[in-house]
């Protein structure tokens, strides 16, 4: 199986859902889905890019266990709980840079992401926040310079890391 698609109704991606789909390339949460549940992907060596909606409310641990191929993690929802580690084991032998998750500012994934050493790329998802402050960062928890530094946090084109925004923006 390298491409599986689903209606919008489904709501959650069950446990070992596709463990061992080696195949599996590509996949987009289905637009409904409001859980991805433990080890739902494990073993998913082929898989390189999954996208998440917005309807998405919880990972559930190990979630992308051994996706050892796993490159670009596109999450569009912003408020998300997570089980532990759901990207265990994906960072064996791998730079931080070698996944990339793609999340709005305001998404829970970033703090997440950086926590767990995995490189963030922020992707606007509002015309009227394309600065970031230093400050917004730092409320994350993190340093803005060491974060970038270390590879951990990124910015798009639409994206510019400024001490302040000016009162007229």
Same mark, same amino acid.
């Not at 490159?71 to 929802?77: D, H, I, N, W």
């Not at 730079?95 to 992707?123: F, G, H, Q």
């Given at each position: 199986?390298?491409? %599986?698609?689903?209606?919008?109704?489904?709501?959650?991606? &069950?446990?070992? *859902?596709?463990?061992?789909?080696?195949?599996?390339?590509?996949?987009?949460?289905?637009?409904?889905?409001?859980? +991805?549940?433990?080890?739902?992907?494990?073993?998913?060596?082929?898989?390189? @890019?999954?996208? %998440?909606?917005? #309807?998405?409310? /919880?990972?559930? &641990?190990?979630?992308? /266990?051994?996706?050892?191929? !796993?490159?670009?993690?596109?999450?569009?929802?912003?408020? +998300?709980?997570?089980?532990?580690?759901?990207?265990?084991?994906?960072?064996?032998?791998?730079?931080?840079? @070698? !996944?990339?998750?793609? *999340?709005?500012?305001?998404?829970?994934?970033?703090?997440? *992401?950086?926590?767990?050493?995995?490189?963030?790329?922020? +992707? *606007?998802?509002?015309?009227?926040?394309?600065?970031?402050?230093?400050?917004?960062? #730092?409320?994350?928890?993190?340093?803005?310079?060491?974060? %970038?530094?270390?590879?951990? =946090?990124?910015?798009?084109?639409?994206?510019? =890391?400024?001490?302040?925004?000016?009162?007229?923006?």
């Amino acid at each position: 199986i390298n491409a %599986i698609y689903f209606p919008d109704s489904i709501t959650t991606i &069950g446990r070992y *859902a596709f463990e061992d789909c080696v195949s599996l390339t590509k996949f987009n949460v289905p637009a409904g889905t409001k859980k +991805i549940d433990v080890e739902a992907f494990r073993n998913c060596t082929g898989l390189t @890019d999954i996208t %998440i909606p917005t #309807s998405v409310e /919880r990972i559930e &641990g190990e979630a992308f /266990r051994n996706c050892t191929a !796993l490159t670009s993690c596109y999450v569009f929802a912003n408020k +998300i709980g997570f089980g532990n580690d759901i990207f265990k084991d994906h960072k064996e032998g791998r730079r931080p840079e @070698d !996944l990339v998750v793609y *999340a709005a500012m305001t998404s829970s994934m970033v703090k997440y *992401a950086i926590e767990n050493r995995v490189c963030v790329k922020l +992707i *606007a998802d509002d015309a009227n926040q394309s600065r970031i402050t230093k400050a917004g960062v #730092s409320y994350l928890g993190f340093n803005p310079q060491s974060a %970038i530094y270390k590879g951990y =946090l990124e910015f798009n084109a639409q994206y510019e =890391l400024v001490d302040n925004i000016p009162e007229d923006v």
